[in-house]
C-alpha cells in the first residue's frame, strides 16, 4: 500500500468535504440553504460526526456537481459533469447505499 492509498484511509468523509466546499468557496450556511438542511447538520458533516442520507449525496451532486463516491471513499474525481448522464456514478450508486460512510 502507498503512503497516497493511506492517507486517504485515514481522511474521512468530513475531511474531504470540507476541501471541496472550501475549493467551490461555498460556506456550511449557503450549502444547507441549498439543500434545505440547517448549518449545523453541514456542520457536523464537515466534522465527520454525522452522516448524511443518500439522497443528500444525490443533492450534493445534482446542485454543485460533488461527486458521492469520491465524499465517501476518496476514489475518483472530487466533482463530476453534471451536464450528461454520468456513468462512473451511476456504476457506485449501488455501493454507496451499502456502505457505511464513516
Do not use: C
Request: net charge positive.
Amino acid at each position: 500500500m502507498t503512503k497516497k492509498n493511506r492517507n486517504v484511509e485515514k481522511e474521512k468523509f468530513g475531511d474531504r468535504l470540507k476541501r471541496v466546499l472550501q475549493q467551490a468557496g461555498l460556506s456550511a450556511t449557503d450549502v444547507a440553504h441549498s439543500l434545505d438542511v440547517t448549518p449545523a447538520a453541514v456542520s457536523a458533516w464537515a466534522r465527520s460526526v454525522r452522516e448524511p442520507k443518500i439522497e443528500v449525496l444525490d443533492k450534493l451532486y445534482r446542485v454543485y456537481g460533488f461527486n458521492p463516491f469520491y465524499l465517501v471513499t476518496g476514489e475518483g474525481p472530487p466533482l463530476l459533469d453534471r451536464s450528461s448522464p454520468d456513468l462512473y456514478l451511476q456504476r457506485k450508486k449501488k455501493h454507496l447505499r451499502r456502505r457505511k460512510f464513516f
